[in-house]
């Protein structure tokens, strides 16, 4: 019976210390980056919708957007490696539909240099 209490006392002090400890270094993780790369494709799409690249490159706007929907579906389940990475293929194709736009726009003389 003393053997029983003293087992259950170093289990009891052992989780007291090691169950804080573990919450503090897993539990307070954030996905920092994850938020940075949303803001980042956000403001790409954005920035391309403005330059009417949905007009201009049709193709690679819809690229843009769906990868923007599935990174957030993806952010949104909490599986921040795989929203990270649809939110950079969006931010790709988004600037890429935007730089598209503008020199469609340029060359036709919509816009000024």
């Not at 956000?42 to 690229?63: D, H, L, M």
């Not at 909490?78 to 194709?93: E, L, W």
């Amino acid at each position: 019976m003393i053997n029983l209490i003293c087992k259950i006392r170093f289990l009891i002090k052992g989780h007291l210390i090691w169950c804080p400890l573990l919450f503090l270094v897993f539990g307070c993780v954030s996905p920092v980056k994850s938020h940075e790369e949303y803001n980042l494709a956000q403001g790409a799409y954005r920035a391309a919708q403005e330059g009417e690249a949905k007009r201009y490159a049709p193709k690679v706007f819809y690229q843009a957007k769906k990868y923007l929907r599935r990174a957030q579906r993806a952010f949104k389940a909490r599986d921040y490696d795989k929203a990270t990475s649809f939110f950079q293929k969006s931010r790709y194709y988004s600037e890429k539909a935007e730089n598209i736009s503008r020199l469609k726009q340029f060359k036709q003389g919509e816009m000024a240099p």
